[in-house]
């Protein structure tokens, strides 16, 4: 028995003046999504909990069984997982985004002119290690304006605030120890000495130098959020039984699923972005499935498109993904089963989180059904999961794969 745990990122939405009232799930009307439902059991999941509006870290920790009330610190160590780097579970890390700041400290431009890739990374080379106050600091460019920094040593804390104002005042926030441990305060002075330092040294960078020639804002300041540790999570084969993998483009979801103990498979075209390559993405969950037993395939776009308050190219992309998976359904052996669910709700007239649930649907050879017919927010409150918690969806899913042990005797 295998699975294969499709997330549409921000999939959950509400009735769109623009879509004549109806949901995008509701106006795309998708054959495949539908199909699945009626074959298959539905229902709502209140992925973190109800009336709780959560980020997709923490969404996917609950759909991967895991309760972030409890693991949960900050997003930082995922995005560094995810871009690769190898974390200790007493190391601090951050997102980060090479930014523009003014001499005062206002904030110009939080994403330095959305400089490209090439340059940030050279740029990253002239700030990668430093060491101050007994702290080791390791900065790593990721894609564009982004990166993530560790900070590794002795008597660190990450409750530490962030320093990317992101959009709620204009300038830079000092970092600021969170508690009155002297952990946390000992990391917010010694970042904030590695802030000053990495100024200085991009300030005269001559990438920075090229730029303001160009008159381009420069990328000389660092400004991180998120910080956190690595949750020390039971691995999800130990839990579940299920050998696991993880189909993404977004660093985030690969990272999340690093820290479970997944392989991550990284698939060309995957890019995280509306342009993604979901028949590359489909093809890379049946080769998988070869030597697993539970694939997670995250699509970012749905997300995306909610932020900037598209609902109709929202609706659009949920038909591509329903035409890939019902590609992805003809190569599928006949013990396999497909849940379909989000990470959130992003309603998008509104272009944010929300905390209302999401659909859910369980479809494979053993479930019982229900009198659900179609793959929509209204039409799955009627379904025969009911209303179940986000942590609750793999126990549900593992039980039809009988790979939970018996509780009791
Ligand atoms: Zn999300
Ligand atoms: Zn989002």
Redesign the pocket.
Same mark, same amino acid.
């Not at 190898?86 to 939080?110: M, Q, S, Y």
């Given at each position: 028995m295998k699975a294969v745990l499709v997330v549409l990122? =921000?999939l959950g939405d509400r009735r769109c003046r623009s879509l004549g009232y109806m949901t995008p799930l509701q106006y795309a009307r998708n054959r495949v999504l539908d199909r699945l439902a009626a074959e298959g059991e539905t229902g709502l999941v209140d992925v973190v909990a109800r009336g709780i509006p959560n =980020?997709?870290d923490t =969404?996917h920790l609950a759909l991967l069984g895991y309760d972030p009330f409890t693991c949960y610190t900050g997003r930082g160590p995922f995005e560094a997982l995810g871009a690769g780097l190898d974390l200790r579970l007493d190391d601090v890390a951050f997102r980060c985004n090479f930014a523009t700041v003014a001499e005062d400290g206002t904030v110009i431009d939080r994403r330095a002119g959305r400089i490209s890739t090439e340059e940030s990374r050279e740029l990253a080379e002239s700030i990668q290690t430093m060491e101050i106050d007994g702290v080791q600091f390791t900065f790593r460019h990721t894609v564009e304006h982004r990166g993530v920094l560790i900070m590794r040593g002795k008597g660190i804390s990450h409750r530490v605030s962030n320093v990317d104002p992101h959009g709620k005042t204009s300038t830079v926030q000092k970092p600021m120890p969170l508690d009155d441990s002297p952990e946390s305060i000992k990391t917010a002075q010694a970042l904030e000495k590695f802030l000053e330092k990495t100024r200085q040294i991009l300030q005269t960078h001559p990438i920075n130098i090229k730029r303001r020639e160009k008159n381009l804002p420069p990328a000389n300041y660092i400004l991180t959020r998120g910080a956190g540790r690595l949750p020390n999570l039971l691995p999800f084969e130990k839990k579940f039984g299920l050998k696991a993998a993880v189909v993404a483009g977004g660093a985030l979801y690969k990272g999340v699923c690093r820290a479970a103990g997944f392989d991550v498979v990284n698939v060309e075209g995957a890019t995280g972005t509306v342009n993604t390559n979901l028949g590359n993405k489909i093809n890379a969950v049946i080769e998988s499935l070869k030597t697993r037993d539970f694939v997670l395939l995250h699509v970012k776009a749905t997300?995306t498109l909610s932020h900037d308050k598209k609902p109709r190219e929202k609706a659009e992309m949920i038909n591509r993904v329903g035409e890939a998976l019902g590609k992805m359904l003809e190569q599928l052996s006949s013990d396999t089963y497909v849940a379909v669910t989000g990470? /959130?709700t992003?309603p998008s007239e509104i272009g944010d /989180?929300r905390g209302d649930p999401v659909p859910v649907l369980i479809w494979g050879p053993d479930v019982r059904g229900d009198s659900v017919t179609k793959f929509d927010e209204i039409s799955c409150m009627y379904g025969g999961l009911g209303r179940i918690r986000g942590v609750e969806l793999m126990p549900i899913l593992a039980n039809y794969l009988g790979t939970l042990e018996l509780y009791g005797e």
């Amino acid at each position: 028995m295998k699975a294969v745990l499709v997330v549409l990122d =921000g999939l959950g939405d509400r009735r769109c003046r623009s879509l004549g009232y109806m949901t995008p799930l509701q106006y795309a009307r998708n054959r495949v999504l539908d199909r699945l439902a009626a074959e298959g059991e539905t229902g709502l999941v209140d992925v973190v909990a109800r009336g709780i509006p959560n =980020g997709s870290d923490t =969404g996917h920790l609950a759909l991967l069984g895991y309760d972030p009330f409890t693991c949960y610190t900050g997003r930082g160590p995922f995005e560094a997982l995810g871009a690769g780097l190898d974390l200790r579970l007493d190391d601090v890390a951050f997102r980060c985004n090479f930014a523009t700041v003014a001499e005062d400290g206002t904030v110009i431009d939080r994403r330095a002119g959305r400089i490209s890739t090439e340059e940030s990374r050279e740029l990253a080379e002239s700030i990668q290690t430093m060491e101050i106050d007994g702290v080791q600091f390791t900065f790593r460019h990721t894609v564009e304006h982004r990166g993530v920094l560790i900070m590794r040593g002795k008597g660190i804390s990450h409750r530490v605030s962030n320093v990317d104002p992101h959009g709620k005042t204009s300038t830079v926030q000092k970092p600021m120890p969170l508690d009155d441990s002297p952990e946390s305060i000992k990391t917010a002075q010694a970042l904030e000495k590695f802030l000053e330092k990495t100024r200085q040294i991009l300030q005269t960078h001559p990438i920075n130098i090229k730029r303001r020639e160009k008159n381009l804002p420069p990328a000389n300041y660092i400004l991180t959020r998120g910080a956190g540790r690595l949750p020390n999570l039971l691995p999800f084969e130990k839990k579940f039984g299920l050998k696991a993998a993880v189909v993404a483009g977004g660093a985030l979801y690969k990272g999340v699923c690093r820290a479970a103990g997944f392989d991550v498979v990284n698939v060309e075209g995957a890019t995280g972005t509306v342009n993604t390559n979901l028949g590359n993405k489909i093809n890379a969950v049946i080769e998988s499935l070869k030597t697993r037993d539970f694939v997670l395939l995250h699509v970012k776009a749905t997300d995306t498109l909610s932020h900037d308050k598209k609902p109709r190219e929202k609706a659009e992309m949920i038909n591509r993904v329903g035409e890939a998976l019902g590609k992805m359904l003809e190569q599928l052996s006949s013990d396999t089963y497909v849940a379909v669910t989000g990470d /959130h709700t992003t309603p998008s007239e509104i272009g944010d /989180h929300r905390g209302d649930p999401v659909p859910v649907l369980i479809w494979g050879p053993d479930v019982r059904g229900d009198s659900v017919t179609k793959f929509d927010e209204i039409s799955c409150m009627y379904g025969g999961l009911g209303r179940i918690r986000g942590v609750e969806l793999m126990p549900i899913l593992a039980n039809y794969l009988g790979t939970l042990e018996l509780y009791g005797e």
